[in-house]
């Protein structure tokens, strides 16, 4: 519906609006107890598919204080869900009467993009999948800015597992939103992921390059470190020591456990994960270092380190009830921003027909695929590249097809390049196009 503001991704926020939010939250901490006027007689629905501690809590905490009520459906298998209801179809009962607002969390990546497509409401995303946890970023920028007065230009070392933390995702695209230097220190075998690097790199200019990490001591011991800077791509071009670019001293270490519900590799990595100790945290550069986890922890932060004073992991799930009181006013139209929001992203174009061109099992597009119209982002049309307009996971084209000729080309040859967006089909190989029932274009 025109009009309702959603956050499925961190990039539905403004810069200038995040940092108006930070404002807001600020004020709320100094008395959690005094606001609770603001969305009397609001309702907000959490619905949980997966397990959640602090985000539930603090959502429905923060609701609270401001004076709201909550419904919850945080034990999903005690929904229709297990009868065989879509998404879909819950998200549409539940945005009617039902509530004003919906906190979903899910294990579908993209799952948040789709509620926001059938909700009447306003829908946040309490995690979808491996994909994003944008009020998870924001709980964690807001607890950077507290602590250092700034964001711009912060050296911020990501650690653990990379691949599978939506929280890493979303906070990468922030940090190089805000000019803030990432430092990659993952479990070996978890980087970043391909899609959220071209991400980095083409849409926030972000260029990975090696890192000298001799200075971080312990904790890069056995990592690949990698330095990426969306400050300085011009002096990182003319950058050509071979040993890689010095990381000197870190602002924050943000640890992550691993996911091992998305990879199901458990024992042989529990024993072998990084873990961060008295040790690892000795290095001079990492004197001045916050430590940060977005929790829960299991054996990477030792207990040891809970009494330092750089470790603000409690504070920071503490700070995730203003912060959301701050995005719920905001969503609920309670609390006005007088930054411009940001630039509409690039669309979003339905799939016009054939399978889905989505690689991803976990995507929404797959495992949700009853209603929903699927949606690709055009990331480049020359080469044409595509992106899934639920889990951002790049398509595999080989060919592509023009709904209207019924011809299908080379993915590379420009009379592809000349498809319109809204008339453009992928297909695999020449096999699934022709079962399709499209013939080769002549040339
Ligand atoms: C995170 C999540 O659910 O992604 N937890 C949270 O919301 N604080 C991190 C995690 O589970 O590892």
Redesign the pocket.
Known sequence: MKGIRHLVSVDDLSVAEIQELFEQAKAFAVDLRAHADLCRGLISASLFYEP?T??RLSFESAMQRLGGGVLTAAEMRSSSAVKGESLADTVRVVSGSYSDLIVLRHSSEGAARLAAQYSNVPVINA?DGSHE?PT?TLCDLYTLWIEKGHIEGLDVVLAGDLLY???IHSFVYALARFGANIVCVPHRGFELPPYVVRRLREEYGAEPVRADASELGDLAEESDVVYMTPQKPHQLSLFTDSRGLRVGRVDAVYM??P?TERHGKDDDLSRSYMKLGQNSLSAGSLREAVVMH???RRDEISSELDDDPRSIYFKQAARGVPIRMAILGFLLGKIELKSSPPAAGARLWPVAAGTNPCPNPTCVSNTEERHLQLAFRLTSRDPLRAVCGYCSQEMPIGLVGCSTTRHFHDRDSASARRIRPDHLIFFRDEAEATALGFSAATR
């Open positions: 959640s602090r985000t995690g946890h998870q933390s939506r929280t992550t456990r996911q977005p929790l829960p």
